[in-house]
């Protein structure tokens, strides 16, 4: 069974950073695509950032592109999302998700990711 713990949420000040962590056990992580969603109260989960297996492609949501990084280390089952220059619009529980099926082209659409963590709360403070 696959399991996603994040880490690494908390209150900020804006302008400051932050780095999320994802750790998977249950499959064979470097098989698959993840990715990051972020959602608020009475709003749909929202992409943040994907990225491929092989950790060469990455896609953003335009509104975090040069802010946010994502990232992943397959020997450590671990998939990263530094956030500097945080705003409070970004204000929300993150989401890591990892792909439904192994290899494949690396999405933005929610669809894609079938196994979830179970948030992390990043609350930025203006």
């Known amino acids: 069974q696959v399991q996603l713990v994040e880490s690494g949420g908390g209150l900020v000040q804006a302008g400051d950073s932050l780095r999320l962590s994802c750790v998977v056990s249950?499959?064979?992580?470097?098989?698959?695509?993840m990715a990051w969603f972020r959602q608020v109260p009475e709003k749909e989960r929202e992409f943040v950032a994907s990225?491929?297996?092989?950790?060469?492609?990455?896609y953003y949501v335009d509104s975090v592109k040069g802010r946010f990084t994502i990232s992943r280390d397959n020997a450590l089952n671990t998939v990263y999302l530094e956030m500097k220059d945080l705003q409070p619009e970004d204000t929300a529980v993150y989401y890591c998700?990892?792909?439904?099926?192994?290899?494949?082209?690396?999405?933005?659409?929610?669809?894609?990711?079938?196994?979830w963590g179970q948030g992390t709360q990043v609350t930025v403070s203006s």
């Open positions: 998700a990892s792909a439904t099926h192994p290899f494949g082209v690396v999405t933005r659409r929610r669809v894609d990711f079938g196994s």
């Open positions: 990225i491929n297996y092989g950790g060469t492609m990455a």
């Open positions: 249950g499959r064979s992580f470097s098989r698959y695509n």
